[in-house]
């Protein structure tokens, strides 16, 4: 999980990929946080990837490491954690967030990732998948 978030991080964006329907939505994102040993991903209530997520929880997500050639892929299913605790925990790892969530504001929605299948690939190498 350390690897998976460590790439994430570093690069910046990743693009999350939901449904609606028959419909496949994609939008970047930039929240990625580890709490209580699950990695967790932040959004608002009132936006429709909420609703999508709700109404379908297995999401992807894929993002690519320019300076390394290398790209990630995961799989996995988003489970809602309404409590307050990982909504503080997110808010401080990304304090530019502040000014438009808050722990209490009822909008500020955490999400952690369950079977998770990561799978790191490049041009060059074999792809490499990771679980958890």
């Given at each position: ?7 994430l991080?570093?690069?910046q964006t990743?693009?999350l990929?939901?449904?609606?329907g028959?419909?496949?939505?994609v ?6 946080d ?18 999508q ?13 320019g ?9 996995a299913?988003?489970i ?9 925990h997110m808010?401080?790892a990304f304090?530019?967030?502040k ?9 500020t ?7 998770v ?12 998948v990771?679980?958890?």
């Amino acid at each position: 999980m350390q690897e998976v978030y460590d790439f994430l991080k570093k690069a910046q964006t990743y693009y999350l990929a939901t449904t609606e329907g028959d419909q496949p939505r994609v939008r970047p994102f930039g929240t990625i946080d580890i709490f209580e040993g699950k990695l967790y991903i932040q959004t608002g209530r009132n936006k429709d990837v909420s609703k999508q997520i709700k109404a379908n929880p297995k999401i992807e997500i894929s993002a690519f490491d320019g300076a390394g050639g290398t790209w990630l892929r995961i799989q996995a299913k988003a489970i809602d954690d309404p409590r307050r605790e990982p909504k503080v925990h997110m808010l401080e790892a990304f304090p530019s967030l502040k000014d438009r969530y808050s722990p209490d504001d009822g909008n500020t929605q955490t999400l952690y990732l369950t079977d998770v299948v990561a799978t790191f690939a490049s041009f060059t190498g074999a792809p490499r998948v990771v679980k958890f």
